[in-house]
């Protein structure tokens, strides 16, 4: 397990890169001027020079992309035009919420996800495994976008159960949180139920049953330890992903979170918060996927052994 781990974090340090590289390309070569873009059209030739030189985007391509580098490499992403402030210290006032927001979607998709998968995987072909299987779909298919609004009429306007929107306790954290977890609840459940059924036709659980095991410890020992590698491998991808989905929930919701400021940042022109958000999201999603490779070579020591 230690050999994967040193060999997913050496593997960390150059995918970072990538990611600042990519970010910073990007953003410079995207059509248009974003000093002229921040400042509008009307702007004074002498407010739009002094802003460029502020930004050092007056310098060559090459030595903006050092310094942006070596910039990054200290957590000095700029300072932010709206907010007034250091980009790092923005960003890391609404990060917790975002991690907050995430944490709670990916307890509830798996509190929801890994027992009904189990559940369908045992029960082939029963009524339990099709309502499984058409809730699953249901779950991937609908947009957060729809999903929300949907939420905050039925139990926030009309019911009155729930707050509306923004960030305070318990309460304000159900249905953004909700929101956010059904799609991933989806596509954990149809997985599990596939990687499960995989799982019980193998030759170790037939042994297990034929020694004597009762079908409990088969399928919840035996099986269900291999059949989670591949959950937890797209768990990975999927709360990676929350971080994207958050920006359409935290801005239905006023979730004072990371997905919210990128809005913000984008409707106020702000390009070095803009540039900071994105870079963020992108490191958070790499430090996510690692860890989840970590946690894989736990469960299934194989994988430690490949690593070698």
């Given amino acids: 397990m230690r050999a994967l781990a040193v060999r997913r974090l050496v593997l960390l340090l150059p995918t970072m890169l990538g990611v600042v590289t990519l970010v910073f ?49 200290r957590g000095d992403l700029g300072h932010s035009i709206a907010f007034r402030a250091p980009v790092g210290r923005v960003i890391a006032a609404r990060y917790p919420a975002t991690l907050e927001l995430a944490a709670a979607s990916l307890v509830l998709a798996l509190i929801f996800a890994v027992p009904l998968g189990v559940l369908a995987a045992v029960r082939r072909g029963s ?23 949907l939420l905050m009429l039925g139990f926030s306007i009309r019911l009155g159960w729930l707050p509306v929107s923004g960030r305070g306790g318990v309460a304000h954290l159900v249905l953004p949180a909700v929101t956010l977890a059904l799609g991933m609840a989806g596509i954990l459940v149809r997985l599990t139920r596939a990687s499960l059924l995989a799982a019980l036709g193998e030759d170790y659980v037939r042994t297990a049953r ?17 059949a989670l590698v591949p959950v937890v491998a797209v768990l990975g991808l999927q709360a ?20 919210r400021l990128l809005v913000q940042a984008i409707q106020a022109r702000d390009y070095p918060l803009v540039q900071g958000c994105v870079l963020a999201i992108g490191l958070s999603y790499v430090a996510v996927n690692t860890a989840a490779d970590v946690l894989a070579g736990v469960i299934d020591p194989r994988l430690t052994e490949d690593a070698r």
């Fill in 25 to 73: 390309a990007f953003l410079h070569l995207l059509p248009g001027d974003p000093v002229e873009i921040m400042l509008g059209e009307w702007a004074a030739p002498a407010d739009v020079a002094g802003l460029r030189r502020e930004l050092g985007l007056d310098r060559p391509l090459a030595v903006q992309y050092v310094r942006f580098l070596a910039h990054a490499i």
């Fill in 127 to 149: 009524a339990v495994d099709r309502a499984a299987r058409v809730a699953s779909l249901a779950g991937v298919c609908l947009p957060s976008f729809w999903l929300g609004p």
């Fill in 210 to 226: 034929a020694k004597g095991a009762p079908r409990w410890r088969a399928v919840g020992i035996h099986a269900l330890r291999n």
């Fill in 240 to 259: 990676g992903a929350l971080l994207a989905g958050a920006v359409i929930t935290e801005t239905v919701f006023a979730w004072p979170g990371l997905g």
